[in-house]
């Protein structure tokens, strides 16, 4: 597809129990990010892969989270035990490598905790 | 601690008239800024960036101004359209930080008939 392709769209998932939202960059882009925002708040940074570097974690919350990158394309973000303040959009985005270009969103997918 | 902030959460503005949405930042390593802009349901979009060499950018409707003494840039929008009725995030990346972004929460921008 041309854009940043996010799945599933929405998710309500049961307290305690493990998601996995998945994530397909758009073509060609060797950044690609994890962002969420939650209800009210900004877009926080979770995670950053590039290339084959070592992924910038910073952003991850708990070590309930954890995100791959398969083959320099698709990633999934996991989420392990989830608790209600899990609740978020959680934003996915690519870009092309270098510093100084804008990086392109999904669409999101909707985690709602009960 | 906040490096990117926007302290209006909502700006209402009439058709036609200008839109001045405001951001601060406190980290002096950011050397690009960008805003974004989000509808309800959907992914942010880019709108128009701005390099940290330069005070001003503009693509069509859209201004960007940097002050960078002040740690301060600002996004014009005129004439204000209700299809500009969105959510409006800056953001900054540091250099070296690759393309990470630091957002502000927000500005709810409300364009009236």
């Known amino acids: 597809g041309a854009g940043v392709s996010q799945s599933p769209s929405n998710k309500v998932t049961e307290k305690g129990k493990d998601v996995e939202l998945r994530c397909d960059p758009i073509?060609?882009?060797?950044?690609l990010y994890w962002y969420r925002q939650s209800l009210g708040q900004g877009l926080e940074f979770l995670i950053y892969f590039q290339g084959n570097s070592a992924p910038d974690k910073s952003g991850l919350p708990s070590d309930r989270f954890s995100a791959e990158r398969t083959g320099g394309s698709v990633s999934t973000l996991t989420i392990q035990r989830t608790q209600q303040e899990d609740s978020a959009v959680y934003l996915c985005?690519?870009?092309?490598?270098?510093?100084?270009?804008?990086?392109?969103f999904g669409e999101g997918s909707w985690l709602t905790v009960v | 601690d906040q490096q990117v902030k926007q302290n209006s959460p909502s700006l209402s503005v009439q058709e036609g008239r200008i839109s001045i949405l405001n951001c601060d930042y406190t980290?002096?390593?950011?050397?690009?800024f960008l805003w974004y802009k989000k509808y309800p349901a959907e992914g942010p979009t880019f709108l128009i960036s701005?390099?940290?060499?330069?005070d001003k950018n503009e693509d069509g409707r859209f201004t960007v101004f940097l002050n960078k003494s002040a740690k301060h840039l600002s996004l014009h929008i005129v004439p204000s359209q209700p299809g500009d009725s969105a959510v409006y995030f800056c953001a900054a990346s540091a250099k070296g930080g690759g393309n990470k972004l630091t957002f502000g929460t927000g500005t709810q921008l409300k364009v009236e008939l």
């Open positions: 985005a690519s870009s092309f490598r270098q510093g100084g270009n804008t990086i392109y």
């Open positions: 701005i390099s940290s060499i330069k």
């Open positions: 073509s060609g882009h060797t950044a």
């Open positions: 980290n002096s390593m950011f050397d690009y």
